[in-house]
């Protein structure tokens, strides 16, 4: 009975998906299941405590945040400004606005260290702009949470931080050692963006080059909204605020930008800003809370510990070991989000880690790689749920198009698990390592 | 263990444990959710712990350590025990004062003095009065262990209480460590343990508060310089686990218990005493500032503390101060 | 009959907007006040954070009631559009009695959690946490109503009403 209570929430859980149940409604009946019928199942009041647990965490508090943020952004004129300046900046390019959603995803890595608010931002900014210049929607989402991996290994990233606080490495080291890699990942990305693009004629949004008089006139229309990153990178970076009060001055600013410079934001937009960014916020918090509950039975149970125990059994080189705790964390890392699965995972990795002589800043880095490449990967990832919810994208349009990009971004990991001087590169160069 | 598939197909009355006639109770498998990651130094001294209750025990009493509060957050924790959850909450008496207002008293700041006086309190009436009400609202107390006298942590350096107007300081979210963070003269922030580097990081908090020990195990050096001995705390942690779990658990188990946790208490007194020393010269070796301060201002401040508290038993604080000077007099 | 039902449905929607929508604009405002304050005095606020938290639990389940009047939570469809209509329907009945189940079960359960909490208070402003926790019962109530009517509608054989493809979430 509680052997089989271990296990069969999972396929409970599965079942649920393909039964169209919401997948927040799938997560929270698998999980009621196992706390009302496993013997050794803690009390049901707790998975309230579960669902709420998410909204109290300032981590998460930036999501609602940057989602309103970027809704009036499109509201205001600022989104739109600035897609006229990265046009005429990369328009004549083949897959031009792919690229700069891969390239804003890189910028917004230094002020942002969740990929899921990054995902949540562009999902709203970008993907409309990309849509409206004849990408399909899917292409788009998959754009969007593909670059949304490198936004947490650019420091500062909340995985990379849970992994020094299990480990015995610096936090500084670990943020040395993610600007490079990070770099890589969006080298591929933009590669990939530009073979499809080429190959679909996801054609330049331009035939004539701009002349430096239209460009001059768009970067000036732009100015106010190119103030936003800056003013952002500027308020984390000397302190004056936090990313979550960043988001609210975001939308301060757009309130003002949009309604006293561009004229474009009115009081009758009030409504559909204030619901638009509500709906979309509830959608993305209420899998999080299905998440939280289900990842207590998960640790309840001790499986994440289970697997990997068992499958660190009897390897005992350093390379298949690595394979191993790649694929181990993608699938893993497929139920938590990357936060969780970190703490649950790092205290019993890098012991084993350490005892094979692998470096533990190498191993820190692939361990968030693997993570954040499971929040991207269908079925249950955390930037697919968050892109296709924001954007109403088909999870089967999605996962189609997700295939090269998947094959990418394990590629990139493969590379970086298995030729370390990439990863250590810079802490060498600074002597951290 | 990892069963097969023949396994899931047996029936469970053959498992029931009343149809049994051997004579070790059933085990019982206590999940601590340990505040700690684990490369802090309590991580293994609570894993002897467990072992030698388990020795002690007879093997009724098994324990799982989760560190950096892996079960969730420290208040979630207390409450699933509260519920009757085979869980051990690391905590401290403000978090209890949810269940038990009065004691928070014991947290005021500057009360205690010295490490070895909370075996004082701990033997005294009106602390036993506490955890008797704390048994009624779910929870058994099993330990105070001492964790070291605890300091603040900034940016810069300190050198009155001025100073420190307008920091926001990292405390847990209860109201005595509010009081304590306005007591030092900051803002104070709630934020989760975990989640504290990253806070200090970003600017979510600027100054933090804590024993040398949990300071360098969060590398919270990483991203604040200065350490101002204001000695504000004796910082005891609370092992606190289900009273109604407690009760299942057969007397010689109990008594396993409370001996063990007894002579823990006693070895934490040591353990930690010594180990902060060697953690204030690990910070002190990676760069951080260690700086005494004149704590005239902090003590004068303390004493208002007691009025924030109107759900106190009137005249509690004055009991445990009685008791304490009662303890310095015989000695 | 049919549209005493609608008007209950839209009153429902209304109330769960309004609740909502204030709190997300709540939290805006009091994060933003928190900032402004910093800059101007040095000084912020824990209440207004705590506030903040109690407000997001209020925005995020009345929000989800919103989405969910028109079906617009994330859910993969691939599988049941692929089933034939009789099966499908099948597959529709036993989706939405579940949701049912669950959706009642956490008015239980919530009302329960959020009972347990009245003696834990925030420590700012002593609110007890069942004003933190209660936005997960209520919400059920309104949940369980949407997918009872989605179920009876299946089992009629009438068309639920699933939102445009723009307006999920
Ligand atoms: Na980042
Ligand atoms: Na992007």
Partial sequence: MEQLWTWLPIVILFVLFFMRVPVAFAMLIATALYFVFSPNAMNVLLMCQKMVAANSSFVFLAIPFFTCAGVIFNYSGITHRLMVLADMLVGHLVGGLGHVNIVLSTLMGGLSGSAIADTAMESKMLVPEMERMGYSKAYSCVVTAASACITPIIPPGIVLILYSTASNVSVASMFYAGYLPGLCIMATLMILNYAISKKRNYRPSRTERVTPREFGRALLDAVWALMVPFGIVMGLRFGAFTPTEAGAISILYAILVGAFIYKELKFAHIKAIIMESLTATAGVMFILAGAQALSAYLTWERIPMMISEAIINGIHSPYLFLLIVNILLLAIGCFFDGGAAMILLAPLLVPVAQSMGINLIHFGIVMCINLTIAGFSPPFGSQMFTTCGICNCRIEDYIRESLPYMGALVGVLLVLTFIPGIVMLVPNLLGAS | ACGGGTDSNANPGGENPGGGQSAAAEATTLKFNLVKSNTDPQYEWYGRFFDDLEAASNGEIVGEIYTTESLGPTADVIEQAALGERVVADCDLAWLANYVPDMAAIMSPYLIQKPEEIMAIWNSEVFQDMCTELEAQGLHLIALNYEGTRNLLTKKDITSRADVNGLKIRCASTTMWNAVAEMLGGNPTNIAMSETYQALSQGVADAAEGVYSVMYSNKWNEVLSHVIETEHLVGYTAIVMSSEVYSTLSDAAKAAMDETAQKYMQEFLELSGGVQDEYKQKLIDAGVQVSSIDKTEFIEAAKSIPDKFPDWTPGVYDELTAVLEEARGNK | ?169
């Fill in chain 3, 1 to 169: 009959m049919k549209r005493k039902g609608a008007k209950l449905e839209n009153t429902v929607n209304w109330v769960a907007s309004v609740i909502g929508g204030v709190s997300l604009v709540g939290m805006v405002v009091l994060i933003s006040l928190n900032v402004i304050s910093r800059f101007l005095f040095a000084t912020s606020f824990n209440w207004a954070e705590e506030v903040t938290y109690m407000l997001f639990n209020w925005a995020v389940f009345f929000g989800v009631v919103v989405v969910y009047r028109y079906q617009g939570l994330t859910a993969i469809d691939v599988l049941v559009n692929a089933l034939p209509e009789k099966a499908r329907r099948v597959v529709l009945i036993l989706n939405y009695a579940l949701i049912t189940a669950i959706c009642v079960a956490l008015v239980v359960w919530g009302w329960q959690f959020a009972m347990s909490a009245w003696t834990r208070k925030s420590p700012s402003l002593h609110i007890p946490y069942f004003f933190f926790d209660i936005p997960i019962p209520l919400a059920a109530v309104c949940l369980a109503g949407y997918s009872l009517k989605f179920l009876v509608q299946t089992i009629r054989g009438q068309e639920t009403e699933v939102a445009a493809l723009e307006e999920r979430s």
